[in-house]
Structure formats: C-alpha cells, structure tokens
C-alpha cells in the first residue's frame, strides 16, 4: 500500500490572494486548514493554508484557473536536530526523555504528553523542558524579542467576567475613555520610538461605534501607516469584517479556557462556543490571530492547560498569551490564589514545543507576579514584549488585576538585555538620538 501522502503548504504572495484562494478551495470542497506560514516561507505574522496531498493536482488546477499567485511547498514540522545530544548530561525519566526524542525527531505529542511536560518532576527535567523550549525558539523566531505597544482606550465594560478587575458593576476604577486625538497623540509617540504594531484594548464598550472605531483605525493607518491589532472582546461577524476592511490587521482574543465547566463558572455572559466561533471568523477575515490562556484559574487542571495548547496548535492561532492567574480587588475571585509562576513558564515552554511555529509574548500577568517573570519567559520560548503606552492619568484604572506592572520601553529593555537577546532593529532608542 502506498503510504498516506505528507500535507502541503500553500504559501501565497499576499493576505488577499490567500483568502481568495482558501474560498476557491473550499468552494470546490477541498480540505483545508489556516496556519500561520512557516518561519523559513515567510512571516509567522501571515497565514497560510494547509491541504491534503492528494489534494495537490486538483488544488493546483483550480488556483491556476484564476491565477492565484502562491507556492506550494510539502509541509514540514519542525525538527530540533541535536536535542538529545545537547541534553545528554542531565537525567530525567524514561518517559520524559522519549517526550525530548519525539520532539527531537519532530513527532506530534499527545494530550498527555503535554500533561507531563507540564508535570515536570524534578529541577533537572524543568531544565530540560525549558531548554528544548529555547532552541525552538531560536530556530524559528531568532535571537530578536519583537515589542509592541498597547493603549488601554477605555475601561467601560458591559461584562462581568470574575476574574477581571473592569468587570460591570465593579466600583474600584475610575471609569474613563479615551477621545480619537487623546489615542492618535499616544499612537504617535510609540511610532517615533520605531515600534511597528499598536495594540487597541478596552473593556466590551458599545460608545465606540463601528463608525467610530473605523475612523480611528483610518487615522491611524493614514498618520502612521502602523499595523493595528484590536483587542476590543467580542463583536458580530459584519463588525470584525467592517473592522478588517477599514485596515486592522490583527485581533486578540483569549479563549482565557477551553474547560466548558471553567469557562462557563467564570463567564457569566459568555459561552465557549461562541468564543470559538469569534475566533474562527477572525482567522477566516484574514485577521493575525492572537488567543490565550490564564494559568492558576479555580477548577482548571493541567488536563485543561495541554487541552488549551492543542486548542491554540489546532486553530492555527498566530500569538499566544499565556499568564497567570491574578486575583482583581473587589471582584468575585478576590481572594483567590496567584497562578503558579513555574507552572505557567512550564505552559509556555510546552506551547513553543507544540505550536512552534507562533509568536509568545512574555506577558504583563507574569512581569507583574513576578520581577523576574519576563526575563524567564523569554528563556522559556518567549519573543515578545508588548509595552503599556495607556496616558499615565488612565493606567491606574485599568487594573485587569491587582499590582498589574505597567511594563514601560526602559523595563522592556531591560528583560531582553537581562535574557541576553537582542532588541528589535526598528527599535528608535531616545538616547541614541540625543
Ligand atoms: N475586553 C477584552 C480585552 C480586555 S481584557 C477581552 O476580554 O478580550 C484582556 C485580557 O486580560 C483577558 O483576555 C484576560 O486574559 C486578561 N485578564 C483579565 N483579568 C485578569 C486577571 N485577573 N488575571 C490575569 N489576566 C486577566
Ligand atoms: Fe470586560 Fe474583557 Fe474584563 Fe471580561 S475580561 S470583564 S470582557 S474587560
């Protein structure tokens, strides 16, 4: 019997042509899957799609007839040549170490093999995890941590998540939103630090209206020419595609957990599903897609943190944001426990050895937990830092939880020279201008 053949990958020349001929295909009911496009095709920030190979000659035959500009290339995981080697020196168990060789040889894991990457059961298979994390990292992404500048525009929101420190009905923060001029004056200063991506966050706030986030998105892309990632919760499919069109690029949002029982405790207006299927329109819209998770949440087992990984592998999301857990003052979770640091490095190691393939960020949740936390992160398969660029009269009433760091471009500079990598080339240091 001929053995199955392997997938390929088609690479097209721009986000258009790949959303053009992902319809084609599915029109003519070819199987496909978005993925973000291997690092050694192009950009991990692009996407592209995934057929079977039996696939092949019909798929070229349909892209050929509307001239579709693509490459195909057969689809290959990414092996870590020379792991075992490197990790000779240190013991572990057997199971553990046949995880090391799988990914050596570049094999798929199971649900509980994650299990047991994330239940490491000695310092010197924590080492190792996070090692083989780092040279994942470093094959695919290099040496250079990429930053990106977030402004918090406004802290209304009409949900009651029980995690969050905005929820509705919580009377800690001062509630505030930002006008268009008060964000483009922000969006302009992190443009003349050379920063590439603005990230858009607020809680879920109906005043900003489909026309008034076009505008904004319009001005932004006219003054500035930035890429726009919008973190803005859930919207209806037209809204997403109306946003797309007006020129935002990427869009963050966390599926926070795919337990359907944790998920549905901590939402009360919200429904797993239908995060899911948010997430599936943005990817089909052509957005970057950018997901996450919090570790340490009540109920949440490490079954759940491998089944997330999978979740974020599976939908082929672009940026994973993984961090702790942290109690809000005067929401429901108040009192609750501080996610696990290690656990939550251990999560975000084991995310670069399964997705590979995607960008990390060390997150503001670990920096704030933690001093040390985005130095680590970095070391543990990170390569992002997004700085907090909110007007500092607003910073203190976005607390998504307590003590949140307020990472700033100084303390981003210091977690990549503190975890010997190198800053962005875009980077515009002040004080070499001076
Ligand atoms: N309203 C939007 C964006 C703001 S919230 C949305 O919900 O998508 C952005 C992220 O903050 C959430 O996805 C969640 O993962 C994180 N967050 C909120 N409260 C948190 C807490 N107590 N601890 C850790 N992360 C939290
Ligand atoms: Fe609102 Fe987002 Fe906080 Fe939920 S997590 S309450 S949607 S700001």
């Excluded at 168990?93 to 046949?98: G, R, V």
């Excluded at 990427?250 to 599903?273: A, C, G, M, R």
Aim: glycine share 6%.
């Amino acid at each position: 019997m001929k053995p199955p053949e392997k997938k390929l990958i088609i690479v097209c020349s721009s986000n258009s042509q790949m959303l053009k001929a992902e319809g084609l295909l599915k029109q003519k009911k070819i199987q496909t899957e978005l993925v973000p496009t291997p690092s050694h095709h192009g950009s991990i920030c692009s996407t592209s799609i995934l057929i079977q190979g039996a696939d092949r000659e019909a798929a070229e035959g349909y892209l050929g007839e509307k001239r579709i500009n693509y490459r195909l290339y057969p689809y290959e995981t990414k092996k870590l040549t020379g792991l075992m080697k490197a990790l000779m020196d240190r013991a572990a168990k057997q199971d553990f170490l046949e995880i090391m060789e799988k990914l050596e040889a570049g094999a798929d894991l199971t649900k509980e093999e994650i299990v047991r990457l994330l239940n490491t059961q000695s310092n010197m298979e924590e080492e190792m995890l996070i090692a083989a994390a780092d040279r994942m990292r470093k094959e695919i992404v290099g040496d250079r941590v990429e930053i990106r500048a977030a402004i918090e525009f406004s802290n209304y929101c009409k949900k009651s998540c029980h995690y969050c420190g905005i929820r509705k009905g919580c009377d800690s923060p001062k509630r505030y939103r930002m006008s268009e001029d008060e964000i483009l004056a922000q969006v302009h200063q992190i443009h003349q630090l050379g920063i590439k991506t603005v990230i858009l966050q607020s809680g879920e706030d109906d005043y900003y209206t489909l026309e008034r986030l076009i505008s904004l998105i319009q001005r932004i892309k006219r003054e500035t020419a930035m890429a726009i990632t919008l973190s803005i919760g859930e919207r209806s499919y037209e809204e997403y595609a109306a946003l797309k069109q007006a020129g935002a690029n990427n869009y963050l949002l966390k599926i926070e957990t795919t337990n359907p029982k944790v998920f549905q405790s901590l939402h009360p207006d919200d429904d797993l599903n239908h995060r899911k299927q948010c997430t599936q329109w943005l990817k089909e819209l052509g957005y970057v897609t950018a997901s996450g998770n919090m570790v340490g949440l009540p109920g949440q087992s490490l079954e759940d943190i491998a089944e997330d990984i999978l979740y974020f592998k599976e939908m082929g999301i672009h940026m994973i944001g993984i961090g702790p857990f942290v109690p809000a003052k005067g929401t429901p979770l108040a009192h609750g426990v501080v996610g696990n640091v290690a656990l939550t490095l251990r999560a975000v190691a084991a995310t670069r050895l399964v997705c590979k393939n995607v960008y990390l960020p060390a997150t503001t949740a670990l920096a704030s937990v933690d001093p040390e936390g985005q130095v680590k992160a970095l070391r543990a398969g990170a390569n992002t830092i997004m700085l907090i660029s909110t007007p500092l009269q607003y910073r203190e009433s976005y607390q998504l939880y307590s003590n949140k760091n307020m990472i700033d471009i100084q303390s981003a500079v210091d977690a990549v020279e503190g975890a010997n990598r190198l800053l962005p080339k875009y980077l515009k240091r002040r004080n070499e201008n001076e």
